[in-house]
Nanobody
Framework: QVQLVESGGGLVQPGGSLRLSCAASGSIFSIYAMGWYRQAPGKQRELVAAITSGGITNYAASVKGRFTISRDNAKNTVYLQMNSLKPEDTAVYLC?????????????WGQGTQVTVSS
């Protein structure tokens, strides 16, 4: 089957940087859009950034100019470079990908990685 495995979360001071990675593996025919969501305690899950297979990107207003999403199609991997981190960026970050296994693409999710921004 298909798995998304995230890495790169952790504790960082305000103003610091982190880079998240998410690698897809399994019986993959093709991957369409990939993205990062986040969910803070007591809040709804929100889209942080997304990228199409052709490299078109979309960002939440709160992270534009600070975060950069990219992907390596050869490695089935999406990245999120997070700079100038703020305490309000603290959340569990989840990777999402639209993956075609047989005919119709489906949404797949990673298990999440904790990002904590605190002094």
């Amino acid at each position: 089957q298909v798995q998304l495995v995230e890495s790169g979360g952790g504790l960082v001071q305000p103003g610091g940087s982190l880079r998240l990675s998410c690698a897809a593996s399994g019986s993959i025919f093709s991957i369409y859009a990939m993205g990062w969501y986040r969910q803070a305690p007591g809040k709804q899950r929100e889209l942080v950034a997304a990228i199409t297979s052709g490299g078109i990107t979309n960002y939440a207003a709160s992270v534009k100019g600070r975060f950069t999403i990219s992907r390596d199609n050869a490695k089935n991997t999406v990245y999120l470079q997070m700079n100038s981190l703020k305490p309000e960026d603290t959340a569990v970050y989840l990777c999402n990908a639209q993956i075609r296994v047989l005919v119709t693409p489906n949404d797949y999710w990673g298990q999440g990685t904790q990002v904590t921004v605190s002094s």
